[in-house]
T-cell receptor, first 109, second 113 residues
Framework: GQNIDQPTEMTATEGAIVQINCTYQTSGFNGLFWYQQHAGEAPTFLSYNVLDGLEEKGRFSSFLSRSKGYSYLLLKELQMKDSASYLCAVIPGDYQLIWGAGTKLIIKP | IAGITQAPTSQILAAGRRMTLRCTQDMRHNAMYWYRQDLGLGLRLIHYSNTAGTTGKGEVPDGYSVSRANTDDFPLTLASAVPSQTSVYFC????????????FGPGTRLTVL
């Protein structure tokens, strides 16, 4: 079967750093996505990794290890607006994504 | 239109009624998708279309049908709604980028009583 695991909920403090982990077991691998979803809104694209290593984009970075079936999203200098759910998804083939259930991130002042 | 639109925004429906959720994109994307999102379960693929004229079944297709007469429109029909179809429905599309990023519509919140 195909499976993506991520923690259900995490809490962090404004200004701090948080790492959200994602592990996956899929039939194939053509890349891993991270999306952000604020409550009541649609998911929006954050990052894409297909090669091992760290991709940095401003306050957000995403890491991938294909051999370990593992990725993480690193959020630095947390702001209250970063309170959202973060969705990990893998594209095993050409188009369709396999989605994790999402990690709800709560930011406290 | 910019991106993907969905209609209606929300709907309350009596069980047994037929309902069509509309989705239109103006990005000329070949691939389109319908997902449902339920608390604790994440996004689940209902149906997809890789190009106009073709459709396929996703993870949870029972009770739903789709059509793709042209590139822009991808309606989702519930032939006879049941309470378990209460959910938030998202339409998405992906184009010819190197990694097929999916763009989402704003969603339709459907309640079946």
């Amino acid at each position: 079967g195909q499976n993506i695991d991520q923690p259900t909920e995490m809490t962090a403090t404004e200004g701090a750093i948080v790492q959200i982990n994602c592990t996956y077991q899929t039939s194939g691998f053509n890349g891993l996505f991270w999306y952000q979803q604020h409550a009541g809104e649609a998911p929006t694209f954050l990052s894409y990794n297909v090669l091992d290593g760290l991709e940095e984009k401003g306050r957000f970075s995403s890491f991938l290890s294909r051999s370990k079936g593992y990725s993480y999203l690193l959020l630095k200098e947390l702001q209250m607006k970063d309170s959202a759910s973060y969705l990990c998804a893998v594209i095993p083939g050409d188009y369709q994504l396999i989605w994790g259930a999402g990690t709800k991130l709560i930011i406290k002042p | 239109i910019a991106g993907i639109t969905q209609a209606p925004t929300s709907q309350i429906l009596a069980a047994g009624r037929r309902m069509t959720l509309r989705c239109t994109q103006d990005m000329r994307h070949n691939a389109m998708y319908w997902y449902r999102q339920d608390l604790g379960l994440g996004l689940r693929l209902i149906h997809y279309s890789n190009t106009a004229g073709t459709t396929g079944k996703g993870e949870v297709p029972d009770g739903y049908s789709v059509s793709r007469a042209n590139t822009d429109d991808f309606p989702l029909t519930l032939a006879s709604a049941v309470p378990s179809q209460t959910s938030v429905y998202f339409c998405a599309s992906s184009g010819e980028s190197s990694y097929n990023e999916q763009f989402f519509g704003p969603g339709t919140r459907l309640t079946v009583l």
